[in-house]
């Protein structure tokens, strides 16, 4: 029995670290909850997890978290900002919806209380890789918006393939239109499909062609008729 006893090291380091654990827990005023949701910071993503919760479930859908089977992760790419900026988001969120929150890094931490943070760009374009749009543009933004859409479909040639409103590199112009009109981002690739596309136009051979000059249309009887003022034999009254 006494050697499955921990070492006085052993209840050291627990000690130590819920210590840490009880330093890095934050509860806010209208707190409802005594267990706290703990989030994880890593550079590739951020994840956070909670007893099962309707109230939580929606607070973390409605920022992009996915269920993977044991907690609620947020995959850090191009165009979510740091995870860093994501984790202070998603504490901030969660404080303010009553749950307390346990975040390790005391910069992040502060952040979340302070809703110190540039909250996440959700309308992006991008450039389609593969399959049938493939170096096509793809519009895409967060939630459902149906003035949104029929913006984006009254661009010239779109098509919609799901979540995506796709548009053909050949109306960059209307794409580049749209994007400012809007509020939209290019990813980097995107971006460079926009500057391929529009080199592409402005190197283009410029050309005036010269008007096909149309072959004239005769008339037979209308050039006789002008060609001479006498009488024609066949039009003369025969006296006899």
Not at 184 to 212: C, I, N, W, Y
Request: glycine share 4%; proline share 4%; aromatic share 10%.
């Amino acid at each position: 029995a006494e050697k499955n006893m921990p070492s006085d090291e052993e209840l050291q380091e627990k000690k130590v670290e819920e210590q840490v654990y009880s330093e890095s827990t934050v509860y806010p005023e209208n707190c409802e909850y005594s267990n706290p949701a703990k989030i994880t910071v890593q550079d590739n993503q951020v994840s956070t997890w909670f007893e099962i919760n309707d109230k939580f479930k929606g607070t973390v859908k409605a920022l992009g978290y996915r269920w993977n089977g044991t907690a609620w992760v947020k995959e850090i790419s191009e165009t979510t900002g740091t995870s860093a900026e994501r984790a202070a988001e998603l504490g901030n969120k969660l404080l303010n919806a009553g749950f307390p929150v346990v975040i390790l890094d005391k910069e992040i931490r502060e952040n979340a209380i302070n809703a110190k943070y540039k909250p996440e760009h959700t309308r992006w374009i991008w450039h389609r890789i593969s399959g049938k749009y493939k170096d096509w543009f793809a519009i895409e933004w967060a939630g459902k918006d149906e003035d949104l859409y029929e913006r984006a479909r009254e661009l010239t040639g779109s098509r919609w393939s799901n979540p995506a409103v796709m548009v053909s590199p050949d109306y960059y112009d209307q794409v580049a239109d749209f994007a400012n009109m809007y509020g939209f981002r290019f990813t980097k690739s995107a971006q460079a499909l926009l500057d391929g596309a529009k080199e592409a136009h402005d190197s283009a051979v410029t050309v005036k062609p010269a008007a096909a000059k149309e072959e004239e249309k005769k008339n037979g009887l209308k050039d006789i008729l002008k060609s001479s003022d006498e009488v024609l034999p066949d039009l003369v009254d025969d006296d006899d």
